[in-house]
């Protein structure tokens, strides 16, 4: 049985990433985690839809919960 991925886990880690960061405009780590970040918050139903094609690939299979 694939594992249930929730997109909000992948949102939470990119956030806690982006703010272990300083907020540095020029910095590209920071703007990469920053945008992918909020692309991904604006589009969460179709990345729970990919995460859940992958969860179904067992992608995830090795995610210790």
């Not at 590209?28 to 139903?45: D, N, P, Q, R, V």
Request: hydrophobic share 40%.
């Amino acid at each position: 049985m694939a594992k249930t991925i929730k997109a909000e886990m992948f949102l939470a880690e990119l956030n806690r990433l982006r703010k272990d960061l300083d907020e540095d405009p020029t910095d590209m780590e920071w703007l990469a985690l920053h945008h992918a970040f909020c692309f991904i918050s604006y589009k969460t139903g179709d990345f729970q839809k990919y995460l859940d094609e992958q969860a179904a690939q067992g992608a995830f299979d090795e995610l210790q919960s």
